[in-house]
């Protein structure tokens, strides 16, 4: 029974992994693609600058949580996370190298460099503290994700909206939730229960604006039929 256990948690532990990791190379590939213009960048907006930072953030506190107290699946995700999203600081500091903000960027970096040691003797020190900063933190890296939520009401373009990626973390959320709960770490749990929600959320409203957008492009190609067979009448 307890190999059974043990069995079912390894399943769930290393498949949220693997989604994470999917998740966050689908996300650096679309914004990349999303947003070069003919070998150049054009400004990418805010709202997924400040979440990319935040999530490297977030992956460095559990790469961290997850080293000190052994916890593979979270840390094998959480080390490719931390990769990922401080190449991707980087990345964003050359395309806003020339401009005057550019020292913000350079900000990031080097605070980006030294967070990882100083989070570590943190934890080390205080090891009951790691748990909730981590949680903490990724609750609080959601706020993106809902200011992305308001800019589809907003603009009702369905296409702001990855629905790849929104697949992604769908499975990648339930399965860490999954995973937490085997486990009995609430801390594991309830991030991914917000997340799972506002992915979700986001989801419904990729759905919904596609289906008016198409029933409105169906709508304008009768008007413009009609229009053609009355023009051919005449």
């Not at 903000?101 to 990031?108: A, E, S, T």
Request: glycine share 4%; hydrophobic share 50%.
């Amino acid at each position: 029974k307890l190999k059974m256990i043990i069995t079912v948690e390894e399943i769930f532990g290393w498949s949220a992994s693997c989604f994470s990791i999917l998740t966050y190379i689908f996300i650096m590939k679309e914004t990349i693609s999303e947003f070069r213009i003919q070998g150049k960048y054009k400004t990418i907006p805010k709202f997924i600058r400040i979440e990319n930072i935040m999530n490297y953030f977030v992956c460095s506190n559990w790469l961290i949580y997850t080293f000190i107290f052994n916890i593979k699946h979270l840390f094998f995700c959480n080390l490719i996370g931390t990769i990922i999203y401080f190449l991707w600081i980087i990345f964003i500091y050359l395309i806003y190298f020339r401009k005057i903000n550019c020292i913000k960027y350079l900000i990031f970096i080097l605070l980006a460099i030294i967070y990882i040691p100083g989070i570590y003797s943190l934890f080390q020190y205080w090891k009951k503290i790691g748990a909730p900063i981590c949680s903490a933190f990724h609750i609080i890296s959601f706020y993106t994700s809902i200011l992305l939520i308001k800019e589809i009401i907003t603009t009702k373009d369905y296409k702001i909206i990855k629905i790849n990626i929104c697949i992604l973390s769908l499975f990648g959320h339930f399965c860490w939730f999954i995973y937490g709960f085997i486990i009995i770490n609430l801390f594991i749990v309830i991030p991914h229960v917000f997340g799972f929600i506002i992915i979700f959320i986001n989801s419904f409203f990729w759905n919904t604006y596609k289906k008016k957008y198409n029933m409105e492009r169906l709508g304008n190609r009768s008007v413009d039929i009609m229009r053609n067979k009355n023009e051919v009448a005449i």
